[in-house]
């Protein structure tokens, strides 16, 4: 079976922000994902965000990491939560199993089209090694403090991240 490499569309368009997921969304595209964090952080007029993962087969902890991160940057700005529309049942369900129905409005349909014509496939932002482990790192923190069955799933790996980045003795 062929996999479909990972990639990521966004539009803002009349205060609602879209960010597509397609394909299979690794750590390879964490740094995207930040910096698209990061930009609907200070995104004026922002009104509603959508995240739409029907084209995505395949999500993993580190770009779920960062899509809570799009939770909490828009957090006590809209009026309602973050929407995450789903149909695949195999990533639904990890997103069940990850908690994301406290922070997102989880959803199979649209209520309209998600995407407008406007959308445009974000360019993928180069991560070094460093960059890449600190962004695993944090997509792993933020994905443990959102419930206790993340902390225990989690716990191992961000230890062994953590002991990665000490100095030697």
């Known amino acids: 079976m062929l996999i479909e490499e990972g990639r990521i569309k966004a539009a803002f368009e009349s205060g609602v922000f879209v960010l597509k997921l397609c ?3 690794r750590l390879t595209l964490c740094a995207t994902l930040d910096s698209q964090a990061q930009r609907l952080a200070k995104t004026p007029g922002l009104e509603a965000v959508m995240i739409d993962l029907r084209e995505a087969t395949n999500v993993d902890s580190t770009a779920l990491g960062f899509l809570a991160k799009v939770a909490i940057a828009v957090k006590g700005r809209l009026e309602q939560p973050p929407t995450i ?3 695949n049942p195999d990533v639904r369900k990890m997103l ?4 994301f129905s406290h922070f997102f409005t989880l959803m199979k349909m649209p209520l309209v089209q998600p ?3 406007t959308a445009e496939t974000v360019a993928e932002v180069p991560a070094d090694e460093q960059g890449m482990r600190q962004r695993i790192l944090e997509a792993h923190r933020i994905l443990m403090h959102m419930n206790e069955h993340n902390r225990e799933q989690f716990q191992p790996l961000v230890e062994m991240l953590e002991d990665q980045d000490k100095p030697p003795e």
């Open 85 to 87: 529309i789903v149909d």
């Open 23 to 25: 394909g299979d969304v």
């Open 115 to 117: 995407l407008p014509e």
């Open 96 to 99: 069940d199993v990850m908690g």
